[in-house]
């Protein structure tokens, strides 16, 4: 059956300000989305590479270990333990040709800052997102209030202007301009409960990271691994 009420007559009644605020909603659902099922997604494969750990830490050699690792490109082991590898090696080369740039740094302080920057920069990949849900999650409930308050206000302009207040003229209008608080609940709680999980999800992931740079640290300055808790 027709009906003169529902998101279809809000939007062809509706002025510029109220279809943008219906757009900007719409937007920021659809980021919101593909950030979260993007996310999710890569959070998935990396909890798959932690089994690849074990078999890098049971190589016959660390080149061999870092063999072990697959997806080289978005795998953070690999790129931790690789960056680790070169910076042993550049250490190695300053102190033979440039000893003044490492006057204020021994080999461990200068292997636990190269791991540390290391895991500093796959920490900051893994935050790609977040401050667009932190921020949709804040800010749509309000855009979706201002929406209904617009909505409102010219309602009551129509109303006013009919001359009749009528329960089936007040209803309709008022009705559809509460759609809009609605749908910035509708985008904002997505984005604040994908915000807390990924954010968690970060959290435990960086710290498998942080025990694994104390491992390759004490590889590299003691030639063997010193387990940490696992």
Known sequence: MNTPFGLANLW????????????????CSIVTWVILLTRFWDLRNLRK???ELEKFWHATSFEQGIQVFSNHANNPYYQI???????????????TNHRELLQTLN????????IKNSIDGVAAKLQKGLTFLGSTGATAP?????????GIY???ISISTSGSAQIDQVAGPIGE???MTALGLAVAIPAVL??????????????DLNRFGNDLLAYFVTGARVHSGE
């Open 177 to 179: 301009a509460l759609i």
């Open 81 to 95: 333990a690789k960056a680790s590898t070169e910076a042993s090696h550049h250490h190695q080369n300053q102190a």
């Open 154 to 156: 010219h309602a009551l």
């Open 107 to 114: 080999y461990s302080e200068w292997m636990a800052r190269s």
């Open 49 to 51: 590479l932690t089994p």
């Open 142 to 150: 309000f855009i979706g209030l201002f929406g209904t308050v617009w």
């Open 194 to 207: 994908g915000f807390n999980a990924i954010n968690r999800a970060n959290k435990l992931l960086v710290a």
């Open 12 to 27: 062809l009644e509706g002025d510029a300000i109220t279809r943008f605020v219906a757009l900007a909603l719409l937007t």
